[in-house]
């Protein structure tokens, strides 16, 4: 088995044993983007020279080494780390070199992994497509002609394409969930809170992308900073939530819907492929004997709330209104002009309206262990199918193309995409999971239960072509 094969588990027990040397996984993952990633537009930035030299000066593993010692992986570019450019996606951050890293960027150092650059996100991450104007498109290595999803495409394009064998994301409005989805691995967006640096009141939040729901696990551990510093059998276990995806969910009650907060707005028929996936996960549910019912949830007065919402976030970003004109991109300077021009009354509008949301979706919930939807609406859009020029059309392309995920960053709760198609040579379509306020241990458990059931999954064969210069 080649080094980019395994398992995040059993990549971090090898280097821990000293099977395999830092340097050794580092070379190889930088060959595997030199190689791979001209076509796949994964990376923003590839740091190579300084990622040797942060594995040559590691010494030996120790007893109580960090979870992460040595492991390859890669900051989203919206994630600052000192030294190295970070872009945002933006071409009014091209010269951008940070003096101090951002908290994931630490705790990813302080789990013991190395940094090889900076995978690629669109514009200060605020679509659910990976297409900048200032960076690479990051494409999907099933099918390069279409996109991997946002805003961590790049994040999860490198997993799938075995450049990473997993990544730290962030996810606002399906962030994580949607680019997981898209290219057929699994994405976990934490409940609010859950990792310790992130702003409690926000929908933001940081996660790991993974191949396999333990591996996603490992890395959720890692980034809390409560998973284990030792390995008496050789391979990480014993986190509180790696030790949940090990473990059987017991008999549970499931919710199931393929409501959304869009219907009515816009159009949210599900592809054949998307329903497929949602009926067998169903089947797979009820014959692992969980108990599976309707979801009585039928949400109302959505849109305006998030819109204003997505509006609010942007009026933030620190850019001037000759900076809106010269260097961003047309959604960009729409929303942040949009979200400048809202009152206080709109905002706190807003934020009640969502306040009133969460409690009414985790009312609605709260009979159900987890809540089953479809993770897509979509199959994989053609790159350049989103209206990048006409702001308020390619927001409604996002809502049809990803309509279940932004209702969970406002209710705050867990969620977990897990790819379900087994058919060789096929991209495999994906369900959510979403679980109750703190529930990231049942919704964990669950997805490995689906997938020992789903069996192994085909790997994208990634084409061969112009090599990257690193």
């Known amino acids: 088995m080649q080094i980019h094969e395994m398992s995040l588990i059993d990549l ?39 990622a040797r030299r942060a594995a040559d000066a590691l010494a030996a593993p120790a007893e109580d080494a960090p979870p992460l010692w040595g492991v390859p992986l890669a900051d989203k570019d919206l994630t600052a780390r000192a030294g190295v450019p970070t872009r945002y996606g933006s071409r009014a951050f091209a010269h951008h070199v940070p003096d101090r890293s951002d908290p994931l960027a630490v705790a990813v150092d302080e789990a013991g992994a190395v940094s090889l650059g900076k995978t690629s996100t669109p514009e200060f991450g605020l679509t659910g497509f990976t297409e900048p104007f200032a960076g690479p498109i990051a494409r999907s290595p099933w099918d390069p002609s279409t996109g991997a999803g946002g805003s961590s495409g790049g994040a999860a394009a490198a997993v799938a394409a075995g450049l990473l064998p ?78 949940a995806a090990r473990r059987e969910p017991g008999r549970l009650r499931i919710g199931a819907t393929t409501a959304t907060v869009w219907d009515g707005w816009t159009d949210t ?23 599976v019912e309707d979801a009585p949830w039928r949400p109302e007065g959505y849109p305006e709330m998030f819109v204003t919402l997505w509006r609010a976030s942007a009026a933030r970003i620190p850019l001037t209104e000759e900076q809106l004109d010269r260097d961003a991109e047309p959604l960009t300077a729409w929303l942040v002009r949009e979200g400048r021009a809202l009152s206080a009354a709109d905002v706190l509008g807003a934020q009640d309206a969502a306040l009133a949301f969460e409690r009414a979706t985790i009312e609605a919930f709260a009979p159900f262990d987890a809540v089953l939807t479809p993770a897509l609406a979509l199959a994989p859009r053609p790159i350049g199918w989103h209206a990048a020029d006409d702001p308020e059309r390619c927001f409604e392309q ?17 969620a977990i995409s897990l790819p379900l198609d087994a058919e060789r040579g096929r991209r495999p379509w994906s369900v959510q999971l979403v679980g109750r306020p703190g529930g990231e241990a049942t919704i964990l458990a669950l997805a490995a239960q689906l997938e020992a059931e789903r069996g192994a999954l085909a790997r994208p064969e990634l084409a061969t072509g112009a090599t990257r210069q690193i």
Do not use: W
């Open 398 to 414: 996002q809502c049809r193309y990803a309509p279940h995920t932004s209702f969970v960053n406002v209710s705050g709760l867990p």
């Open 166 to 243: 997993a990544a730290p994301a962030s996810d606002g409005g399906g962030s994580i969930r949607i680019p997981a989805a898209t290219v057929g691995v699994v994405g976990l967006k934490p409940s609010r809170g859950r990792i310790p640096f992130q702003a409690p009141a926000g929908l933001g939040v940081s996660g790991p992308i993974a191949r396999g729901v333990a591996d996603a696990a490992l890395l959720l551990d890692a980034l809390i900073g409560t998973a284990p510093r030792s390995f008496a059998t050789g391979a990480p276990g014993g986190g509180p939530f790696l030790d």
């Open 269 to 291: 028929t599900l592809d054949p492929g998307a329903r497929e996936a949602y009926d067998r996960a169903i089947a797979m549910l009820e014959g692992a004997g969980h108990v």
């Open 12 to 50: 971090a027990a090898e280097l821990r044993s000293g099977g395999l040397a830092p340097r050794e996984a580092v070379d190889h993952f930088l060959d595997r983007i030199a190689r791979h990633d001209a076509g796949l537009g994964a990376f923003a930035e590839v740091t190579a020279d300084r």
